[in-house]
């Protein structure tokens, strides 16, 4: 049977665009860079207590005080444990891939509610986008934008990103009908209608779609750390390469602490958006 040289054909429509946009791809790079370096180096500059405190008081003030102690007493850990510039380059990967996949994911969900032929299309993409083994993004990133952060982020974020989009979608199409209707009958313009009626509506599911998007992207942490993000799972890889049990367990435990403190924080935003809303 004749074998269809498909992954020839990936090869050279990636070859094709390393050599008509690689100074694209390169100034894209070194723009993210700057903007990744410039958030290390601010939260490097903070005290390590004051951004404990930050966290502390955050998780008080959307949960309760038992999310506050175990959040300080989790992050005082991660110092004791000497383990700090890898949370800083952890928590920067992690928060860039959100924001980057909350940037383009929600207007996509918004579209896909709007139009049933668009989520219909949209529909194989992501499925592929979920079910593809999270390693095979390492290997456009590396070419596109070779070792560092930048690739990291790339391929945490096309991993990240379906979430945020089925949910947002989800979420608009589940607000009801007759309050749309209601809202039309007012004369409100579909932008109106948006922004109004259906987002916030929509604003627990859509949430949930962040807090699961965030949770991929720590998942992405050991993964990224084979492309040089660093981080906790620059440790973890280093634990497994020198079979040092201790090593690997620190730096992994690091990765539940601050996965525990992002899905405790972004579930209190979800459950008591009204009460910090009038706060």
Not at 38 to 63: C, D, E, F, Q, T
Not at 220 to 235: L, T
Not at 247 to 258: M, Q, Y
Request: no cysteine.
């Amino acid at each position: 049977m004749y074998r269809i040289p498909l992954g020839q054909y990936v090869s050279t429509g990636v070859d094709w665009l390393l050599r008509r946009y690689g100074h694209v791809f390169d100034a894209f790079s070194a723009g993210i860079n700057v903007f990744i370096h410039a958030l290390k180096n601010g939260l490097s500059l903070l005290p390590w207590w004051l951004l404990i405190l930050v966290v502390v008081l955050l998780a008080w003030r959307v949960k309760n005080w038992r999310l506050a102690l175990g959040s300080g007493l989790g992050l005082l850990l991660i110092y004791n444990l000497e383990l700090w510039p890898s949370f800083i380059d952890t928590l920067v990967l992690v928060l860039i891939s959100a924001l980057v996949s909350m940037i383009i994911g929600l207007p996509i969900g918004i579209a896909a509610a709007g139009s049933k032929r668009f989520e219909r299309l949209m529909s194989p993409l992501l499925d592929f986008m979920q079910t593809m083994p999270s390693f095979v993004y390492l290997i456009p990133a590396l070419m596109f934008f070779g070792l560092g952060t930048v690739p990291a982020v790339f391929a945490t974020v096309i991993f990240s990103m379906p979430p945020v989009i089925r949910l947002t979608n989800l979420g608009i199409r589940q607000v009801p009908v007759d309050l749309v209707e209601v809202g039309e009958a007012f004369g409100s313009t579909p932008w109106q209608l948006l922004w109004k009626i259906q987002l916030p509506l929509a604003l627990p599911t859509i949430m949930a779609g962040i807090n699961q998007t965030m949770m991929l992207s720590l998942s992405m942490v050991v993964i990224a750390a084979m492309i040089g993000s660093g981080g906790f799972g620059q440790g973890v890889l280093a634990g497994i390469s020198q079979m040092d049990i201790g090593k690997g367990f620190e730096n992994g435990l690091a990765v539940v602490i601050l996965a525990m403190i992002l899905d405790r924080l972004s579930q209190g935003f979800i459950r008591s958006p009204r009460k910090i809303n009038r706060s």
